[in-house]
């Protein structure tokens, strides 16, 4: 909050938030400008609010303002870490002020200085492929080791895939929530949460106690998409929330880039999609940077890569076409046979020494993957996950 907001000042703020959904974060912005500030849009009065063209329900809800939910508020204000920021105040982030539908106030728990930092949003499914996850966690922690603060929605998936990348490495990340702060959504990713709230920050225009409701999250979108430079899609359907964020991305100037795909694979559509409208291909981080026009070296490009425990040479003829046949979407044992032309008994036992050599990955689905990526830090943090 900015320096010398009174304490009066500041539950009339708050008042205003907790009855944005009624009004809209739009229709809030252009009372404002009318009024100068929430204290005079309340005493204002309802011959003034019906003149400007109010609803009744806008109306009521004005002249009766929910004082004790008001209160709860500033009490958890008082937890350490724990604090709201007004779009008037002086570090309010100026591309997020730049877009016509800027919240009027955010709250926040964790490190409001990241506020400063150039953001890049990563976005995807909530059930992505393994391949996509592991794309989404590189992409993550090659940005964040350059600098950038990465933005996504803390959702399941490609959102948590891009935090727990930036956080492997140490770097800077913004959770942008669809609900109230109070409110864990969704319960799986409680650690990831309490992750970035100790070591980045967690923000969120819903007053505390909003539910996860579907109508909230598009509008969490715009946020992600409005704080940052660019945004990378990376899986997603053609009907999704990713591709929202992306449109609202192109509404508000900012770059959208997106990651190819099988063919076959339905989260890669959404992507494709938007490749043929415009969108930037992205294979690794050098692509987005040259789009930046930064530059880096080949081996920056390689963050994190390693390599097979025996080098591709030293594997004789037959693991080779076993792995030949093996595709870096997930490939079923059957293909892998047909495509090689040994018998079963022969590719199974193949594959599983490929696996052992970090060659290939086994899916949750018993399916194979040509292995891009074989960090120990992500085989860890894919444990147990399930990845659709």
């Not at 309010?92 to 990241?114: R, W």
Request: overall charge negative; aromatic content about 8%.
């Amino acid at each position: 909050m900015k320096p010398g907001m009174e304490q009066e000042e500041l539950r009339f703020w708050i008042a205003l938030n907790i009855i944005n959904p009624i009004l809209g974060a739009r229709r809030a912005n252009q009372l404002l400008q009318h009024f100068t500030n929430p204290q005079d849009l309340f005493e204002a009065g309802s011959l003034a609010w019906q003149a400007l063209g109010l609803s009744e329900l806008a109306c009521n809800a004005l002249a009766k303002p929910d004082w004790p939910a008001v209160d709860a508020t500033l009490l958890w204000l008082e937890v350490s870490h724990h604090g709201l920021i007004c779009r008037d105040d002086p570090d309010y982030p100026l591309s997020l002020a730049e877009i016509t539908d800027s919240p009027f106030l955010l709250y926040y728990k964790g490190d409001s200085s990241f506020f400063e930092r150039q953001q890049l949003a990563v976005v995807g499914s909530r059930n992505p492929t393994r391949s996509g996850y592991e794309t989404a966690y590189d992409l993550a922690a090659g940005a964040a080791k350059l600098g950038f603060t990465i933005t996504s929605g803390m959702a399941l998936g490609i959102d948590a895939a891009a935090h727990h990348g930036a956080l492997s490495v140490s770097g800077a990340t913004i959770a942008v929530a669809g609900t109230g702060l109070d409110v864990i959504y969704p319960s799986k990713n409680k650690g990831l949460e309490n992750e970035i709230e100790s070591k980045g920050l967690i923000i969120s225009e819903f007053p505390l106690g909003t539910k996860p409701l579907g109508r909230n999250f598009p509008l969490r979108n715009r946020i992600i998409s409005g704080l940052s430079r660019g945004v990378i899609v990376v899986e997603a359907a053609l009907k999704s929330g990713s591709l929202i964020t992306a449109k609202q991305a192109l509404e508000q100037g900012r770059d959208v880039f997106a990651i190819p795909g099988s063919i076959h694979n339905p989260t890669s559509r959404g992507c494709h999609w938007l490749l043929r409208q415009g969108a930037k291909l992205v294979e690794n981080i050098g692509d987005i940077l040259e789009e930046f026009d930064l530059r880096l070296t080949q081996t920056e490009f390689d963050y994190g890569e390693e390599s097979p425990t025996i080098g591709l040479d030293n594997l004789d003829v037959g693991y080779r076409k076993v792995l030949e046949a093996v595709d870096f979407d997930p490939t079923n044992v059957d293909q892998v046979i047909d495509r090689c032309g040994l018998t079963a008994d022969v590719v199974c036992s193949m594959l599983l020494v490929l696996e052992l050599q970090n060659f290939v990955h086994i899916t949750s689905a018993g399916q194979y993957c040509r292995t891009r990526s074989s960090r120990d830090c992500i085989k860890e943090r894919l444990s147990g996950i399930s990845y659709g």
